[in-house]
């Protein structure tokens, strides 16, 4: 059993940039893929950017250019650095942690481990 503790999230205006960090404790952290998703206003579950245990990555076309994902194994953490960011990336954004397959289904797919999320605001 996992636990995943979301991080790094605030109020900011467009063009600025926030760095989310998320911390997972209670599994073998170093063999899953990791990923990010959003929850706009309103909107369901998205899924944002993915890394595998290999340390490949990829991020959706809506934030490719500005969002990059990256992570830390020996603290546990993977990371989400926002550049350039604009009010449609406003959301509460939340980590996921399993087999990448998993990660890609998400939550239709029978994904269900999450932390809290950490709200994202930009203004305009």
């Known amino acids: 059993q996992v636990q995943l503790v979301e991080s790094g999230g605030g109020l900011v205006q467009a063009g600025g940039s926030l760095r989310l960090s998320c911390t997972a404790s209670g599994g073998t952290f170093s063999l899953n893929a990791m990923g990010w998703y959003r929850q706009p206003p309103g909107k369901q579950r998205e899924l944002v950017a993915t890394i595998t245990s290999g340390g490949s990555t990829n991020v959706v076309d809506s934030v490719k250019g500005r969002f990059s994902i990256s992570r830390d194994n020996a603290k546990n953490t993977v990371f989400l650095q926002m550049d350039s960011l604009k009010p449609e990336d406003t959301a509460v954004y939340y980590c996921?942690?399993?087999?990448?397959?998993?990660?890609?289904?998400?939550?239709?797919?029978?994904?269900?481990?999450w932390g809290q999320g950490t709200q994202v605001t930009v203004s305009p």
């Open positions: 996921a942690t399993g087999p990448l397959c998993l990660l890609y289904r998400g939550p239709q797919g029978g994904y269900g481990q």
